[in-house]
């Protein structure tokens, strides 16, 4: 299994500011996974990231608004960039353990 | 690719009833099929999965489904509903790609039961 915490799990932000989500997992994975979740909807996988290499971006989303880092092996950032109301979802961090996706708790974010 | 449709948006059933929560997946390679349930505003709980071997599989809370290939089906049935049960459930696959596994989620459904 898998522990995953997220900081922070809530914020209220303003728009045309950034905001950076970080992502601890407790196992060194070799993939992590972001995905969003918009309010009323399902969860939409946002980028996959690999340790050491550039993230892979779903259609749709796109690294300059949506840069991640991924430093280690247990660690992810994901920052929301220039951000509209539109923005304003649950952010969760996700990795694969054997065949089972594990997720955590999010980040509610809200832009007014 | 892959991709996952559940077919209702919004299931009401009486309680002591059947739950029956449909999904229905596309991969081009063999695929792990998942349930996930999600209370209100709650995480995501894994239900139950079925990565290879028996096509029933079991889980928590008394819920099973069962994988059928040749009608490319993963659906979710519980005997018998409790108000308990009352959440948001997802469907998803996941199979391998280019750069690895990838999880997709159905747009779910929402189960009300009714007293």
């Known amino acids: 299994s898998a522990v995953i915490s997220q900081k922070p799990s809530r914020d209220i932000c303003q728009r045309g500011t950034s905001l950076t989500i970080q992502c601890q997992v407790d196992?060194?994975?070799?993939?992590m996974f972001w995905y969003r979740q918009q309010p009323g909807q399902s969860l939409t996988l946002i980028a996959t990231?690999?340790?050491?290499?550039?993230?892979?971006?779903e259609s749709g989303f796109v690294i300059d608004k949506f840069p991640i880092s991924r430093p280690n092996l247990t660690f992810s950032t994901l920052t929301v960039s220039n951000m509209s109301p539109e923005d304003s979802s649950i952010y969760l961090c996700?990795?694969?353990?054997?065949?089972?996706?594990?997720f955590g708790p999010g980040t509610r974010l809200t832009v007014l | 690719a892959q991709s996952v449709t559940q077919l209702g948006s919004h299931v009401s059933v009486s309680e002591g009833a059947l739950v029956l929560l449909r999904c229905n997946y596309s991969s081009s390679v063999p695929p792990y099929l998942f349930w996930y349930v999600q209370y209100p505003n709650q995480g995501l709980q894994l239900l139950l999965k079925?990565?290879?071997?028996?096509?029933l599989v079991k889980g928590i809370n008394g819920f099973e489904a069962e994988f059928k290939k040749s009608e490319t089906s993963f659906h979710l049935t519980k005997p018998s509903a409790h108000m308990s049960d009352a959440a948001e459930y997802f469907c998803a696959v996941s199979a391998r790609n280019t750069g690895g596994f990838k999880t997709i989620f159905g747009a779910g459904t929402r189960l009300f039961v009714k007293a």
């Open positions: 996700s990795v694969r353990v054997n065949g089972e996706q594990f």
């Open positions: 196992s060194q994975v070799t993939m």
């Open positions: 990231a690999n340790q050491g290499s550039e993230a892979t971006y």
């Open positions: 079925y990565t290879t071997g028996a096509t």
